[in-house]
């Protein structure tokens, strides 16, 4: 899981043993730099991702755009794994791309991680026109969290701004693009005192809400036994579309419940979650009802189905997009993507073939679907 990004410059000059009195007339940006060590540290992440453009991960030498950004984190945090990637010559879209990958992998392999984005901005200011335009229109896509802004950005434009962070920028906007969670942008600071822009700027990922409605929704009941009302101002696709949803809980990363519709049986989303979260929570009957001292530790995802399609063969699975659902006569069990130690498809089918209660030798039909999962 991404818990959180962060835009960071890399001046050797920030570091006072290097700036010698001159890190002074960037205060703005080494202030706002110590406020992203304090947020990682609040996080505690067991893996820092760090994205930077002079990155040689053949090198084993740490480079400046490395080693400047940790210079911050460990001043507050010194406790992580370090994965160090490179824009490798890359366009805008394919580091893009590399992020959505790199969500999937750290969501797969149950990393706790933060993602910086190591770079300056122009290297122009005082010398092109260009390089203030280029300023403006990257700090305006990281101040309004608009990452299509930011992959938009004219490449003649981005040429003659003479920039230097643009890619690791769109590999974080795949990392928390690819995790599939809004996010709460802020742009810490802004400053170009030597000729080189310098933006730090930070990405919170906040709760959707699908997975805001199904734990106030559970907190209520497990506090009231009473449910909530559907709120007002919900996504449209909540409010007015049907899907099969399943809501999971876990404590410590160990299931403690989880209830789904395989095909809707409400008006709405908003509706098949409130029906579903009460359920995970007190009607799996593998676990007991949640108590209130589970609550604060309960961490919740809610799977909307996307609509089934009939396949022939186990061959047409793929274990992290598609989940998979068997059927014989009445009996019908389904298992979700991207699960834990659901390596193969093959195994995916065996999962489900068990919970259907269908045996292997028994004929049997096969359908795949795709979830949106929110975490």
């Not at 999937?104 to 010398?127: C, M, P, W």
């Not at 709460?184 to 400053?191: F, G, I, R, V």
């Not at 730090?200 to 809400?209: K, N």
């Not at 009302?229 to 419940?257: T, W, Y």
């Amino acid at each position: 899981m991404v818990l959180a990004a962060f835009v960071m410059p890399h001046p050797p000059v920030m570091i006072p043993e290097i700036g010698g009195g001159r890190e002074k007339e960037i205060q703005k940006t080494i202030d706002a730099c110590h406020e992203c060590g304090r947020e990682i540290a609040r996080f505690k992440p067991d893996t820092i991702v760090l994205c930077s453009p002079h990155a040689n991960v053949r090198d084993e030498e740490l480079d400046h755009g490395t080693t400047v950004p940790l210079y911050f984190v460990e001043k507050y945090y010194p406790d992580y794994e370090l994965i160090r990637v490179e824009i490798a010559g890359y366009s805008l879209q394919e580091n893009y791309e590399y992020g959505k990958k790199l969500a999937q992998y750290l969501n797969e392999n149950n990393k706790r991680a933060v993602f910086i984005a190591s770079g300056d901005l122009s290297h122009v200011l005082f010398t092109s026109e260009e390089g203030a335009r280029l300023d403006v229109e990257i700090t305006g896509a990281l101040a309004d969290g608009d990452f299509k802004r930011l992959m938009s950005i004219p490449p003649e434009l981005i040429e003659k701004g003479a920039e230097c962070g643009l890619r690791p920028f769109a590999m974080m906007a795949g990392v928390l693009n690819g995790d599939n969670r809004a996010v709460t942008p802020k742009l810490l600071s802004y400053e170009g005192t030597f000729g080189v822009g310098y933006a730090v700027a930070s990405f919170i990922p906040r709760e959707s809400e699908q997975v805001k409605l199904a734990r106030v929704n559970i907190e209520s009941f497990v506090k009231t036994g009473k449910t909530i009302e559907i709120p007002e101002n919900l996504p449209d696709e909540m409010l007015n579309k049907k899907a099969g949803v399943f809501v999971s809980l876990k404590i410590n990363g160990n299931l403690r419940g989880c209830i789904g519709t395989i095909t809707p049986v409400t008006e709405s989303v908003a509706q098949e979650i409130l029906r579903n979260s009460v359920c995970a929570a007190a009607e799996d009957p593998r676990f007991p009802p949640v108590e209130v001292n589970e609550l604060d530790n309960i961490t919740y995802s809610v799977d909307v189905l996307g609509a089934p399609e009939a396949i022939e063969s186990v061959h047409e699975l793929d274990v992290i997009k598609y989940g998979v659902i068997v059927a014989s006569g009445f009996k019908r069990g389904l298992l979700l993507p991207n699960l834990d130690g659901v390596d193969t498809a093959e195994q995916q089918v065996s999962i489900a073939l068990q919970k259907a209660g269908i045996r292997k030798d028994e004929p049997y039909t096969l359908e795949r679907f795709e979830v949106i999962r929110y975490t």
